[in-house]
């Protein structure tokens, strides 16, 4: 029980965490790329300043400017942005290991799926993200970096690649966590290994008196491009495990593809109307974003016509409690029978007949319209059992054969 209690206190302070430092990372970045797309040129601009932008914020004004390389001299304060995004990242995976880790039985393994030892499944997530950074980065240094495009579909390949092997190795809700977990690492190694090292050699040039390298910066701004496009779909990626039908599909990798280009096309949208461009050129972003969105929901929705002419037998009270006895009642019950689980999640019990009516939409939510309970399907909940429990619910939850 006491074990349970640590779980949960770390779950909650490296969420709470991981959301703050979110918040930062993501704020400070869209900022500044903000700030870069908003620079304006004129004639009395300082010597080897390449634009300038003025904002107003909380009552007062500011003028922000913008080196093309670097400023003659090293100025006595610099502030650096940096802990924002390694505190997110550092956050994160302490809390994927809490949760997905500590409990890998039941989050991170689906024996349906493919059978692992926890130290199996482990071990294939931590390759997955350091794989996922090396394959990401060998392409940004490949030839593909001199045609964006080209390197935005090769990334884009990958993370569908990868969509697809993760969906084939552990359960739906983790497959799509650890997408979206790296992704991050990508972008949180463009900080660490990127971003930053570049800055540090720039500033090590102007304290030395010697000329920095501009490719250093141009580097560092590609990478962080990058970054503000890949944001909005890991968010999205990051808060799926509420919401099965996003990753508890035969295709859910698809869903993934969907998301990346929704994501990117909002963010398009915003980056052209920082610069000033022409309403014209921002025509097409939100209309491909919002027929994207309703395809994936329409797709997600989707259930088969049910021939009307077919009689469906309904279960009795007696047959669907017998269901939730052996699949439900494991976890949600007053004296819980699984190992991993020492009190009913939500305190929602499924031990009778009128604790099925009672969270009847989410049973049907959770194990009939999706595959989400039970986790890991531990106890191996039939698909005619799963159908059994939708018939009885739509069919008003009688007691029995009338």
Request: glycine share 8%.
């Given at each position: 029980?006491?074990?349970?209690?640590?779980?949960?206190?770390?779950?909650?302070?490296?969420?709470?965490?991981?959301?703050?430092?979110?918040?930062?990372?993501?704020?400070?970045?869209?900022?500044?790329?903000?700030?870069?797309?908003?620079?304006?040129?004129?004639?009395?601009?300082?010597?080897?300043?390449?634009?300038?932008?003025?904002?107003?914020?909380?009552?007062?004004?500011?003028?922000?400017?913008?080196?093309?390389?670097?400023?003659?001299?090293?100025?006595?304060?610099?502030?650096?942005?940096?802990?924002?995004?390694?505190?997110?990242?550092?956050?994160?995976?302490?809390?994927?290991?809490?949760?997905?880790?500590?409990?890998?039985?039941?989050?991170?393994?689906?024996?349906?799926?493919?059978?692992?030892?926890?130290?199996?499944?482990?071990?294939?997530?931590?390759?997955?993200?350091?794989?996922?950074?090396?394959v990401y980065d060998l392409?940004?240094?490949?030839?593909?970096?001199?045609?964006e495009l080209l390197l935005?579909?090769?990334?884009?390949?990958?993370?569908?690649?990868?969509?697809?092997?993760?969906?084939?190795?552990?359960?739906?809700?983790?497959?799509?966590?650890?997408?979206?977990?790296?992704?991050?690492?990508?972008?949180?190694?463009?900080?660490?290994?990127?971003?930053?090292?570049?800055?540090?050699?720039?500033?090590?040039?102007?304290l030395a008196g010697e000329?920095?390298?501009?490719?250093?910066?141009?580097?560092?701004?590609?990478?962080?491009?990058?970054?503000?496009?890949?944001?909005?779909?890991?968010?999205?990626?990051?808060?799926?495990?509420?919401?099965?039908?996003?990753?508890?599909?035969?295709?859910?990798?698809?869903?993934?593809?969907?998301?990346?280009?929704?994501?990117?096309?909002?963010?398009?949208?915003?980056?052209?109307?920082?610069?000033?461009?022409?309403?014209?050129?921002?025509?097409?972003?939100?209309?491909?974003?919002?027929?994207?969105?309703?395809?994936?929901?329409?797709?997600?929705?989707?259930?088969?016509?049910?021939?009307?002419?077919?009689?469906?037998?309904?279960?009795?009270?007696?047959?669907?409690?017998?269901?939730?006895?052996?699949?439900?009642?494991?976890?949600?019950?007053?004296?819980?029978?699984?190992?991993?689980?020492?009190?009913?999640?939500?305190?929602?019990?499924?031990?009778?007949?009128?604790?099925?009516?009672?969270?009847?939409?989410?049973?049907?939510?959770?194990?009939?319209?999706?595959?989400?309970?039970?986790?890991?399907?531990?106890?191996?909940?039939?698909?005619?059992?799963?159908?059994?429990?939708?018939?009885?619910?739509?069919?008003?939850?009688?007691?029995?054969?009338?």
């Amino acid at each position: 029980m006491l074990e349970i209690a640590y779980a949960d206190w770390l779950n909650l302070g490296f969420r709470w965490l991981h959301v703050i430092a979110g918040i930062s990372w993501i704020g400070t970045s869209f900022y500044f790329i903000f700030l870069d797309l908003s620079l304006r040129k004129h004639a009395n601009l300082p010597q080897g300043v390449g634009g300038e932008s003025w904002n107003v914020h909380g009552g007062g004004f500011y003028l922000m400017r913008k080196y093309t390389v670097a400023p003659a001299e090293m100025p006595k304060e610099l502030h650096w942005f940096k802990y924002e995004a390694y505190f997110t990242w550092l956050s994160g995976f302490a809390l994927l290991a809490v949760i997905y880790y500590w409990g890998a039985e039941s989050y991170l393994i689906d024996k349906e799926v493919l059978d692992l030892q926890s130290w199996e499944a482990i071990l294939i997530s931590v390759g997955f993200f350091a794989g996922g950074w090396v394959v990401y980065d060998l392409l940004c240094r490949s030839p593909f970096s001199s045609h964006e495009l080209l390197l935005s579909a090769a990334v884009f390949v990958l993370i569908a690649f990868s969509a697809y092997f993760l969906t084939h190795l552990f359960s739906g809700r983790a497959a799509f966590v650890h997408v979206g977990a790296m992704v991050g690492t990508i972008m949180v190694g463009n900080v660490f290994f990127i971003i930053i090292p570049n800055q540090k050699k720039v500033v090590k040039s102007l304290l030395a008196g010697e000329e920095p390298d501009p490719r250093l910066g141009a580097m560092g701004k590609h990478r962080s491009t990058h970054n503000n496009y890949l944001t909005l779909p890991v968010i999205l990626m990051m808060i799926s495990q509420h919401y099965p039908m996003l990753y508890d599909n035969d295709n859910s990798w698809l869903v993934v593809t969907l998301i990346l280009l929704v994501g990117a096309s909002i963010r398009h949208f915003f980056n052209l109307m920082h610069t000033g461009r022409e309403i014209k050129t921002l025509r097409w972003q939100w209309p491909t974003a919002v027929v994207l969105m309703a395809f994936l929901v329409v797709y997600l929705s989707w259930q088969p016509a049910v021939d009307a002419s077919t009689e469906v037998e309904v279960p009795t009270a007696t047959d669907v409690v017998a269901i939730a006895q052996v699949h439900c009642a494991s976890c949600h019950a007053v004296k819980t029978t699984d190992p991993d689980v020492k009190k009913a999640p939500g305190g929602v019990m499924l031990e009778t007949v009128e604790d099925l009516r009672k969270h009847s939409t989410g049973v049907l939510k959770q194990s009939v319209l999706s595959k989400a309970m039970p986790l890991g399907n531990k106890t191996k909940m039939t698909d005619a059992e799963r159908k059994a429990l939708g018939v009885w619910i739509r069919a008003g939850m009688p007691d029995g054969e009338e």
